[in-house]
């Protein structure tokens, strides 16, 4: 079982960055694919970007381009880099880990961008 903490989120000014880290309890070597999700208050859970085991970046077309998902194995931490904020941003930002034994989800960090 793998266990994930966000960290990160807060408010931020539109037009400002982010960035989120999601510590994982066991080696993310172990782990083939690490991403990010985000729920605003009254909407479905929509996912923002994922990273393999092999460094492999995708993103959804709401922040690609002014996002970035990276991992430090070392550290067992993945992070979202997000920069150029908008108020649209604004929700609780959930870690996922895709292993063998399925998906895991981490607790949230709420983001809260200010116009």
């Known amino acids: 079982q793998v266990q994930l903490v966000e960290s990160g989120g807060g408010l931020v000014q539109a037009g400002g960055s982010l960035r989120l880290s999601c510590a994982a309890s066991?080696?993310?070597?172990?782990?083939?694919?690490m991403g990010w999700y985000r729920q605003a208050p009254g909407k479905q859970r929509e996912w923002v970007a994922t990273?393999?085991?092999?460094?492999?970046?995708t993103y959804a077309d709401s922040v690609k381009g002014r996002s970035t998902i990276s991992r430090d194995n070392a550290n067992n931490t993945v992070y979202l880099q997000m920069g150029n904020v908008k108020p649209e941003d604004t929700a609780t930002y959930y870690c996922?880990?895709?292993?063998?034994?399925?998906?895991?989800w981490g607790q949230g960090t709420q983001v809260t961008v200010s116009s």
């Open positions: 996922i880990a895709h292993t063998s034994s399925g998906r895991y």
């Open positions: 990273i393999t085991s092999g460094g492999t970046t």
């Open positions: 066991q080696s993310t070597s172990h782990i083939y694919a």
